[in-house]
């Protein structure tokens, strides 16, 4: 394409003139007052204007439609432009809605010429224009609009230079990418972009921005895998440190039932040491008889009368302690008997005697009749 500013006026004189332009397409003829910068862009590129009239020019324009030479004119009279309604469009009584228009891919299809316009023609804040509206416009595909995006695709590869900072090449690249799984799925649209040859780049650039945005995608999962698995590996820890938590508080635990068994031992040897009093007590007790018996042999001599008296009363006496010590040592060995504590199953027994020579456990105080006793 053509660079480089090619605009003459060698057919206009004066501020002002009359002018009339037929397009490359069919189209109604416009006559319409311009300044004398206006009909630079409209220098013949195939064939040479005539003159109609002393102050009329009939231009024919070979490259442009009527409808981008239209919003040329319109830009350079306002800085702005609209895109003319398209046929059966002034007949319509609403005028369709933003979205319907940013959604037409026939206009952006216009945008694109008007910027080729503006490229062709070095208008820079037309060009600019045209990018912006082509920007701004554009919305994310429909299903129906998939196989003329790549018609839009073929019209902006051909109308730009395929530069790093063009506009339009980058936003069709990132209207495709940004439904790419969604096209890529699509068979038909897969099928339309291998077999078209008019998409130059697009392409490959369409297939490796789709891998690497997928590869992007495969790290930033990988790093939430990661994430997940430190966290895994935290609550693995935090598991670990609570079982060590828990050894710890059943060693402390068998140390308290070893406490407990050493309490147990030691109360076994103060019973011990208890029945061995009472054997010593026993002993003292017999000392004590036997003593009273010589004393009432001494007194036997003192008076024959006194010391019947006390030998009676002496074999009553040692009858009473007989009986009362069998019936002991049979509770003793009774007791001895006893397994366990029959309400706190104490095992081994232990007991203390009481008043009655009965039994009673030492843990919970219940009292027990010797084995064999009723």
């Given amino acids: 394409m053509a660079r480089g500013k090619v605009f003459s006026n060698p057919y206009l004189s004066g501020d002002y003139g009359t002018l009339r332009y037929t397009a490359k397409k069919q189209c109604s003829s416009?006559?319409?007052p311009l300044p004398a910068l206006a009909p630079k862009f409209l220098r013949p590129s195939a064939r040479q204007a005539s003159r109609c009239a002393a102050t009329r020019t009939v231009f024919e324009h070979r490259i442009f439609d009527a409808a981008t030479i239209d919003c040329v004119l319109q830009f350079i009279y306002?800085?702005?432009?609209?895109?003319?309604?398209?046929?059966?469009?002034?007949?319509?009584?609403?005028?369709?809605?933003?979205?319907?228009?940013?959604?037409?891919?026939?206009?952006?299809?216009?945008?694109?010429?008007?910027h080729a316009a503006g490229d062709l023609y070095d208008i820079a804040a037309l060009r600019d224009l045209a990018a912006s509206k082509f920007v701004n416009g554009a919305q994310p595909l429909k299903e129906n609009d998939r196989s003329i995006f790549l018609d839009l695709v073929a019209r902006v590869v051909r109308h730009t230079m395929p530069t790093e900072d063009n506009a339009?090449?980058?936003?069709?690249?990132?209207?495709?990418?940004?439904?790419?799984?969604?096209?890529?799925?699509?068979?038909?649209?897969?099928?339309?972009?291998?077999?078209?040859?008019?998409?130059?780049?697009?392409?490959?650039q369409f297939i490796c921005g789709a891998v690497t945005e997928f590869n992007d995608a495969l790290v930033k999962q990988h790093e939430l895998h990661q994430t997940d698995m430190d966290k895994t590996q935290l609550e693995v820890k935090n598991a670990q440190t609570a079982r060590d938590e828990a050894l710890q508080a059943k060693d402390k635990a068998l140390a308290d039932v070893t406490r407990l068994r050493t309490d147990r031992n030691n109360?076994?040897?103060?019973?011990?040491?208890?029945?061995?009093?009472?054997?010593?007590?026993?002993k003292a007790h017999e000392k004590e008889v036997t003593k009273l018996r010589d004393n009432a042999r001494?007194?036997?001599?003192d008076s024959d009368s006194k010391l019947k008296e006390a030998r009676t009363q002496q074999s009553a006496a040692e009858t009473r302690a007989?009986?009362?010590?069998?019936?002991?040592?049979?509770?003793?060995?009774?007791?001895?008997?006893?397994?366990?504590?029959n309400k706190c199953k104490q095992s081994p027994f232990s007991y203390i005697l009481d008043d009655v020579h009965t039994a009673r456990c030492q843990s919970c105080n219940t009292r027990h009749n010797a084995i064999g006793e009723y």
């Fill in 168 to 204: 339009l090449r980058k936003k069709v690249l990132q209207m495709a990418l940004q439904q790419k799984e969604q096209l890529l799925q699509d068979q038909t649209f897969v099928e339309l972009l291998f077999e078209r040859n008019d998409l130059d780049d697009f392409v490959p």
């Fill in 78 to 114: 306002t800085d702005d432009y609209v895109l003319p309604k398209g046929e059966g469009q002034e007949a319509a009584d609403v005028e369709a809605t933003v979205e319907e228009k940013a959604s037409d891919m026939h206009q952006l299809a216009a945008h694109v010429l008007v």
């Fill in 298 to 301: 001494q007194q036997q001599k």
């Fill in 30 to 32: 416009h006559i319409v």
């Fill in 267 to 282: 109360g076994r040897q103060q019973l011990s040491t208890k029945q061995r009093e009472l054997e010593d007590i026993q």
């Fill in 322 to 341: 007989r009986s009362a010590q069998e019936i002991l040592d049979k509770r003793l060995q009774g007791f001895a008997r006893i397994p366990y504590c």
